[in-house]
């Protein structure tokens, strides 16, 4: 039995997907630096074809209005990114499943918007 090829790493797609907006991470750091996005995978699924994966984007801003300006940024990004040829993986669809939401921080200094995204890519070929 021959096995297929990984699908692309969602999470490596979306830092390249969103770099252009601002300083991507998958990882929150200690000391945040607004604006900041960070990305990660939440689950999702996949029909061998098509993988389904859903990502968290939290925003971060040194106010609520850059905070929400990036979140929006981030979401119009995302959901253009159908047919774009980012890396090295076929994006055919993209939604919103939870739209940009303020949640607060305990920096008062700083302001933080999390939406949830669901993307179908299929592997290089």
């Known amino acids: 039995m021959e096995l297929l090829g990984a699908f692309p790493d969602i999470e ?12 991507t991470v ?23 074809i098509t993988d389904t994966p859903r990502i968290q984007v939290d925003v971060f801003g040194s106010t609520r209005r850059q905070a929400a300006d990036l979140a929006e940024t981030c979401r119009q ?10 890396g090295h993986a076929s994006i055919d669809q993209a939604w919103t499943e939870t739209a940009p939401t303020f949640v607060a921080y305990d920096d008062r200094n700083t302001q ?14």
């Open 77 to 86: 990004i995302i959901l253009a990114s159908p047919a774009t040829g980012i």
């Open 26 to 48: 998958l990882a929150t750091p200690e000391v945040i630096t607004p604006p900041l996005i960070v990305i990660r995978r939440t689950g999702g699924f996949d029909d061998v």
């Open 12 to 23: 490596d797609l979306a830092m390249e997907l969103l770099e252009p907006a601002g300083p």
């Open 112 to 125: 933080r918007y999390v939406a949830t995204y669901g993307l179908a890519l299929r592997r290089a070929r």
